[in-house]
């Protein structure tokens, strides 16, 4: 569906989210990104992209005012809703407290351990959650990307996620080969993404200036380099994308203080044209050239470079 989706009107959701806030004595708050959904229209993509089921625990991320979050509660075995704003979360565990399956917790994702999260809030064994739990949330868009690669880097990985985000977020994490950039290559790199639906300014309270999109991540659970290599493989697109305008060998020299007939050397020996550009290279061939970097005469160790 890429057909922009607009809120249904000015009815009830609107009134509601209001009526709510003016009993809390708040406005939406800036700095925390706090637009609200108030599309029921919208809110039916999420779930149907998300497919919640009573197996499932569920993480949402900012319920706000919890129009998503009832939705959830509705299909989901487990919703645990992680909420930033103090007065929010009070709120919303008193409006949902009839809701046995949902958990409001306050607190900030970024500052979390994923792992002992779960494990705390689930009583569940480590084996029992990798690749066993989802994450929906309309995502504040200031911090949107770092939410998705927590999760996506954590011990234990979700097996699906379906978020909001900014809709020129969303065309970078899907972007082809030619207009790649170090986004689309670190969501790639972890698995399958789409963009389920566009989604307009309207159907937030209050409304944005940009327009959003729904996005449905599928981790996979097989990494195509080693865990212990990851941090150094980031560390190579990195460089690769530091002067995105220039050959790819003369970025690769720069970034990685090696000359460039060695950045040139390690391209062709990997396949690839050393007058391309970074945006041009899919994951595939980012592995590729990871794999004849980490044979090489260079280390790279938490995205720096030194010689060996």
Do not use: C
């Not at 708050?29 to 779930?47: M, N, P």
């Amino acid at each position: 569906m890429d057909k922009d989706k607009g809120a249904a009107g000015t009815g009830s959701p609107l009134s509601r989210a209001r009526n709510i806030l003016s009993q809390l004595g708040q406005r939406p708050k800036k700095g925390l990104g706090q637009h609200f959904l108030i599309d029921s229209g919208v809110l039916r993509h999420i779930i149907k992209a998300a497919e919640p089921s009573l197996s499932d625990t569920v993480i949402e991320v900012g319920p706000g005012l919890g129009i998503l979050t009832k939705e959830l509660a509705n299909h989901a075995g487990r919703v645990l809703a992680i909420e930033v704003d103090e007065a929010l979360a009070a709120s919303l565990q008193q409006e949902l407290a009839s809701f046995p399956r949902v958990q409001i917790i306050p607190g900030d994702i970024l500052n979390l351990d994923i792992a002992q999260f779960l494990l705390s809030r689930t009583g569940l064994p480590a084996e029992s959650l990798a690749f066993q739990y989802k994450v929906v949330a309309n995502l504040p868009y200031n911090i949107a990307s770092a939410i998705i690669r927590r999760f996506l880097e954590a011990d234990l990985k979700p097996k699906l996620m379906v978020v909001m985000v900014q809709k020129e977020v969303a065309r970078s994490m899907v972007a082809k080969p030619g207009q790649m950039s170090v986004l689309s290559v670190s969501v790639q790199f972890y698995g399958k993404v789409r963009i389920v639906a566009r989604v307009h300014p309207r159907s937030f309270y209050p409304p944005p200036k940009i327009h959003s999109a729904i996005i449905r991540i599928e981790p996979s659970q097989t990494m195509p380099i080693p865990l212990s290599e990851i941090t150094g493989f980031f560390g190579l697109v990195k460089a690769g994308f530091s002067s995105p305008r220039k050959q790819i060998h003369n970025s690769l020299a720069q970034g990685l203080a090696i000359s460039t007939e060695e950045a040139v050397i390690y391209l062709k020996e990997a396949g690839l044209d050393p007058q391309r550009r970074a945006q041009t290279l899919s994951v595939v061939e980012w592995v590729k050239l990871w794999t004849r970097f980490s044979r090489g005469d260079v280390e790279l160790a938490q995205g720096t470079i030194t010689q060996r």
